[in-house]
Every structure is written in structure tokens, then in C-alpha cells.
């Protein structure tokens, strides 16, 4: 099983973030590790310093040279997923392909 750490924004339903972590990743939601408070920079420093990407429905947050800002758009938690997952595993993010029933149903979607 992979344990990829990924950043859920709080933009992005919690569910979302429960579902990532139920097929493999390490998915954190932004709310549980950093004050509700804290602006992009801070969070952007953060995830530079750890290399976790951050999934994000704010297309306004801050890009960087390290290619880790994942932008999908507002739609259901299933899809808001499934579309996560196009995504993390289009731009190669992680070394390992996702397996299982997740990967299976995205080819198609």
C-alpha cells in the first residue's frame, strides 16, 4: 500500500480527504495541522519544506517551482475524488501507480 502524503485545502471537502486516505494516500487536511488562520505563504512554506502537494479548489493560490499545487474544480466528493486522483496520477507525482477498484473506475471517467 502507498502512504503518499498529500494537503486537502479546507476549500476541498473533508470527505475527500477521508476517501484519498481509504485507497492508500496519507491524505492531511489542511484544518488539522495548521491554524484556521494561517495565510497561503505560510502554507505554501510548509509544504515546500515537507513536499507534499496540496489539493485545492482556489485557483488563486500561490504557484511554485516545485510543482506542487493541484487545482481541481467544485463539484460532489465523489467526483471532486475521482478527478483528485486523474490528476495525482497524470502528473506523476508519486512514483507508484494507484491499483485497486479507485484506479480501475478512472480510466473510463
Known amino acids: ?3 503518499e502524503k498529500i494537503l486537502v485545502d479546507i476549500n476541498v471537502p473533508r470527505e475527500v480527504c477521508e476517501r ?4 492508500g494516500y496519507e491524505a492531511v487536511y489542511l484544518a488539522d495541522i495548521l491554524p484556521d488562520d494561517v495565510d ?6 510548509w509544504m515546500e519544506s515537507t513536499h507534499t502537494p496540496i489539493l485545492t479548489r482556489d485557483k488563486e493560490f500561490p504557484e511554485n517551482g516545485m ?3 493541484i487545482t481541481i474544480d467544485s463539484e460532489s466528493s465523489v467526483k471532486l475524488t475521482r478527478k483528485a486522483l486523474r490528476k495525482l496520477m497524470s ?6 501507480p494507484l491499483l485497486g477498484s479507485w484506479g480501475a473506475g478512472l ?3
Do not use: A
Open 40 to 45: 497561503d505563504e505560510k502554507i505554501l512554506e
Open 1 to 3: 500500500m502507498m502512504s
Open 67 to 69: 510543482n506542487l499545487k
Open 107 to 109: 480510466k473510463g471517467s
Open 20 to 23: 484519498l486516505g481509504e485507497i
Open 91 to 96: 502528473r506523476q507525482i508519486f512514483p507508484d
